[in-house]
């Protein structure tokens, strides 16, 4: 799969194909996302690594850089509170990541730690509601793995559980509560 700069946006209270948004400032793949009501946020990915860029959500055009992550990384997964973007885990060659960075999404700078997944997440998955992100999974060999942090405070991940089934490049939500 080729990087691209391009970013499509649908309107979710009505069908239809995806439509152009802009740009993003470097090509990429296997990012990760967070948003607040007002921004989205990319960071990491394949070939620009430490990137992390910024859209207004109410306004197409092209990205904006934000700053960077404290580790350039691919297949980032990320979680917010709307207020603060946590990156976690990721790939750098040759292994995989257990850093997890946060950034506040209404101001623009460079990352900070934030603390170390219990695990180094190749592939994971994370979702989040307003106070705990949670990230899942794994790969090249699946887990079952369940870890959770509270977005508001810094430090490392605690174990939540498990999955049903080991398994890698999920995708995840959830709700506010």
């Given at each position: 799969?080729?990087?691209v700069?391009?970013?499509?946006?649908?309107?979710?209270?009505?069908?239809?194909d995806?439509?152009?948004?802009?740009?993003?400032?470097?090509?990429?793949?296997?990012?990760?996302?967070?948003?607040?009501?007002?921004?989205?946020?990319?960071?990491?990915?394949?070939?620009?690594?430490?990137?992390?860029?910024?859209?207004?959500?109410?306004?197409?055009?092209?990205?904006?850089?934000?700053?960077?992550?404290?580790?350039?990384?691919?297949?980032?997964?990320?979680?917010?509170?709307?207020?603060?973007?946590?990156?976690?885990?990721?790939?750098?060659?040759?292994s995989?990541?257990?850093?997890?960075?946060?950034?506040?999404?209404?101001?623009?700078?460079?990352?900070?730690?934030?603390?170390?997944?219990?695990?180094?997440?190749?592939?994971?998955?994370?979702?989040?509601?307003?106070?705990?992100?949670?990230?899942?999974?794994?790969?090249?060999?699946?887990?079952?793995?369940?870890?959770?942090?509270?977005?508001?405070?810094?430090?490392?991940?605690?174990?939540?559980?498990?999955?049903?089934?080991?398994?890698?490049?999920?995708?995840?939500?959830?709700?506010?509560?």
């Amino acid at each position: 799969m080729p990087d691209v700069n391009t970013i499509d946006y649908v309107t979710i209270s009505t069908t239809g194909d995806a439509t152009d948004f802009g740009d993003t400032s470097v090509t990429r793949r296997e990012a990760g996302g967070c948003n607040s009501d007002v921004r989205g946020l990319m960071a990491g990915g394949y070939a620009t690594s430490n990137v992390i860029d910024y859209i207004t959500i109410a306004t197409t055009g092209n990205s904006t850089d934000f700053g960077d992550l404290t580790v350039g990384r691919t297949y980032v997964a990320a979680c917010d509170n709307t207020t603060r973007g946590v990156f976690g885990g990721g790939w750098i060659a040759p292994s995989a990541n257990n850093t997890m960075d946060y950034v506040t999404i209404a101001s623009t700078g460079n990352a900070t730690d934030f603390g170390d997944l219990a695990f180094a997440f190749r592939e994971a998955t994370a979702c989040s509601n307003n106070s705990r992100g949670i990230f899942a999974g794994d790969r090249p060999t699946p887990l079952d793995t369940i870890e959770y942090i509270t977005i508001d405070t810094t430090g490392n991940s605690t174990d939540f559980g498990d999955l049903t089934v080991a398994r890698y490049s999920m995708g995840g939500l959830s709700g506010d509560s």
